[in-house]
Nanobody
């Protein structure tokens, strides 16, 4: 089992930045692809970004490409999502997730059903 805990959410004005963290505990000795998803009120959960174990492959949704950066520090069992130039439409609960496959490929990496473990989510609110 792996436990994931997100942090770093909050309220920010449009154009601002936030950095989300996802700390993993438990069976962190295994290699996981890490993903970030978000869910806005009344909408389905959607893929944001993902990074394979070695960071050799990184994927982004078109809506965040060029503004968000996913990274990971395997020595700290932590994944990050740096979010810049935030827009009101980025407002959502952001979830991190872990896939037991270390090198998940596109487009499977965008499927929420692919992921085995999920955090509880952190709220990001962007005001206009």
């Amino acid at each position: 089992q792996v436990q994931l805990v997100e942090s770093g959410g909050g309220l920010v004005q449009a154009g601002g930045s936030l950095r989300l963290s996802c700390a993993a505990s438990g069976r962190t000795g295994s290699m996981y692809t890490m993903g970030w998803f978000r869910q806005a009120p009344g909408k389905e959960r959607e893929f944001v970004a993902a990074i394979t174990w070695s960071a050799g492959r990184i994927y982004y949704a078109d809506s965040v490409k060029g503004r968000f950066t996913i990274s990971r520090d395997n020595t700290k069992n932590t994944a990050y999502l740096q979010m810049n130039t935030l827009k009101p439409e980025d407002t959502a609960v952001y979830y991190c997730a872990a896939d037991r496959n270390s090198g998940t490929l596109w487009p499977v990496v965008t499927y929420s059903s692919r992921y085995d473990y999920w955090g509880q989510g952190t709220q990001v609110t962007v005001s206009s």
